[in-house]
């Protein structure tokens, strides 16, 4: 999996060089990469941001300066757009420091349109790119997107080439989003909780690491993964317990150190209900009762769920 990160902090992202991560790249199973978006710049103040329109407080990153960012990194030719929203071949319409750049630009800048009128763009430069490259999807956190699951991390996780792009201030410019969508590129915005960050370092950190542990190879034992909380059933995972079975006067239950499975399997799987009943009732609500064993329908009826309809319900 190769995955493209762009932030005005890209050092932040040397956390991912460290434990399984590290290993994983070290092994080839991933290629991480952080892209310091000044570098795209062309002022002397390297700057990413200007005022809203329309007034108002803070500042929103630019646009053109992560277009042409963007377009490196995913190899693709700046296309425009006109009146009706089709996309026309056009020259390339970046911010260029000298003649020279523009006319180069010009010749590589060619678009096409497919069946559904979206913009497909050929791979600019022919050696960063070829035609059969696996096309990338492009994930922006935002507070204001939908929740990120365990069920994204687990469909992104079979994915070849995810790009990140890190907002800061105001957020980025929303037309930069909308744009790489119209191109046909697949645009996501995930939001990781009800809650402000000053920025998306954070919120990346953590999608890439929910999605790259599930990556094939990347857990030295994957059976670690199956019975983790939001993994199968929505349910929280029970909790875990290491020797001494009894420190400072705590002892975990007896049925834990008893040898026998089938009770322990019973014991953690009753724990798990009672804590997702105790701390996250909506995750219960998504059980499907069908599914459920006799078992786990008197659990959850001794806990005051019905059982008797689709879902749970109290």
């Known amino acids: 999996m190769r995955i493209d990160i762009v932030s005005v902090f890209p050092e932040y992202f040397d956390v991912l060089k460290l434990s399984l991560l590290g290993k994983a790249q070290d092994k080839g199973l991933l290629s991480v990469t952080a892209h310091n978006l000044r570098d795209w710049t062309h002022d002397v103040h390297h700057s990413v941001d200007d005022t809203p329109v329309g007034g108002g407080a803070g500042m929103v990153m630019k646009p053109e300066v992560w277009a042409q960012c963007l377009d490196d990194v995913m190899g693709l030719a700046p296309v425009s757009f006109d009146d009706d929203g089709q996309p026309v071949q056009s020259r390339d319409f970046r911010l260029i420091g000298t003649d020279d750049d523009a006319d180069d630009s ?3 800048a060619e678009a096409i349109t497919d069946s559904n009128n979206s913009a497909v763009v050929d791979s600019v430069p022919a050696d960063e790119a070829t035609t059969d490259s696996p096309k990338p999807i492009l994930i922006f956190p935002n507070p204001s997107a939908p929740l990120f699951t365990q069920a994204d991390a687990t469909e992104l996780s079979r994915a070849d080439h995810l790009v990140f792009g890190c907002g800061r201030y105001e957020g980025i410019d929303a037309r930069v989003p909308e744009y790489y969508a119209r191109q046909g590129v697949e645009v996501r915005e995930y939001s990781i909780g009800d809650y402000v960050l000053n920025g998306g370092e954070v919120a990346v950190s953590a999608m890439i690491e929910a999605i790259v542990r599930l990556v094939p190879g990347f857990m030295g034992n994957p059976e670690s993964i199956v019975e983790e909380s939001y993994t199968g ?26 040898g026998d499975h089938g009770k322990v399997d019973r014991y953690r799987r009753d724990e798990a209900m009672e804590r997702t009943t105790r701390i996250r009732p909506d995750l219960v609500e998504e059980l499907d009762c069908k599914a459920l064993s006799k078992a786990d329908r008197k659990t959850l009826m001794a806990l005051g769920w019905n059982v008797s309809g689709q879902h749970p319900r109290h």
């Open 106 to 108: 010009a010749d590589d």
């Open 233 to 258: 059933d929505p349910l929280l995972e029970h909790r875990q317990f290491t020797k001494p079975a009894t420190w400072r006067g705590i002892a975990v239950d007896p049925v834990l150190t008893s």
